[in-house]
């Protein structure tokens, strides 16, 4: 499996929220220190010609774009994790109890990972516990009659289950 996402936008609420806050805090605080500058008198007063000006919005909208890229990159390394739990998870429903949490270097939630991967470790060894139980109670009761459609149910429910590599 390669350990790779290459799309930037992976929960596409989550991350562009983020990075519309980011994008307008940073345009409040550089319109912020440009009127404070304009405003407020001191030897070096900021004296805006159309030029001037002309080159400060210019170079506020590629700030714009750098912070909203760099807010987009910053997310992707929470809205990755989050994604690659949500879809680990969901096969570990669908009954396979091999599959573990991999993630990238500089993704966050390792910890948390390591934690899931554990849990599944120990789920794992309890499900084969109840299977080489129902496997032994199935070999020592051949026909045990209404007891036996109740080791049938169990053992057709444990047949669900994927606890054992298939390589």
Same mark, same amino acid.
């Given at each position: 499996m390669?350990?790779? #996402?290459?799309? &930037?936008?992976?929960?596409?609420?989550?991350?562009?929220?983020?990075?519309?806050?980011?994008?307008v805090?940073?345009?409040? @605080?550089?319109? @912020?220190? %440009?009127i @404070? #500058?304009?405003? %407020?008198?001191?030897?070096?007063?900021?004296?805006?010609s159309?030029?001037?000006?002309? $080159? &400060?919005?210019?170079?506020?909208?590629?700030?714009?774009?750098?912070?909203?890229? *760099? /807010?987009?990159?910053?997310?992707?390394? %929470?809205? *990755?994790?989050v994604?690659?739990?949500?879809?680990r998870?969901? /096969?570990? =429903?669908a009954g396979?109890?091999?599959v573990?949490?991999? !993630? #990238?270097? =500089?993704?966050?939630?390792?910890?948390?990972? +390591? +934690?899931?991967?554990a849990? !599944?470790?120990? !789920?794992?060894?309890?499900?084969? /516990?109840?299977?080489?139980? +129902?496997?032994? !109670?199935?070999s020592?009761?051949?026909?045990?009659?209404?007891? *036996?459609?109740?080791?049938?149910r @169990?053992?057709?429910?444990?047949? $669900?289950? #994927?606890?054992?590599?298939?390589?």
């Amino acid at each position: 499996m390669q350990n790779r #996402r290459t799309k &930037i936008v992976i929960n596409q609420k989550f991350q562009h929220q983020y990075a519309l806050v980011v994008v307008v805090l940073a345009v409040f @605080l550089t319109n @912020l220190f %440009i009127i @404070l #500058r304009s405003l %407020i008198p001191s030897e070096q007063t900021l004296e805006l010609s159309a030029q001037a000006a002309w $080159a &400060i919005g210019i170079i506020e909208v590629v700030l714009l774009f750098g912070v909203w890229y *760099g /807010a987009l990159k910053a997310t992707h390394k %929470i809205a *990755g994790p989050v994604y690659v739990f949500t879809e680990r998870l969901k /096969a570990v =429903g669908a009954g396979d109890l091999w599959v573990r949490i991999s !993630l #990238r270097d =500089g993704d966050m939630f390792k910890e948390e990972a +390591a +934690a899931i991967n554990a849990s !599944l470790e120990q !789920l794992q060894s309890k499900v084969k /516990a109840v299977q080489s139980a +129902a496997n032994a !109670l199935q070999s020592a009761q051949p026909d045990a009659g209404a007891n *036996g459609d109740d080791l049938e149910r @169990l053992m057709s429910a444990l047949t $669900a289950l #994927r606890v054992v590599r298939e390589d």
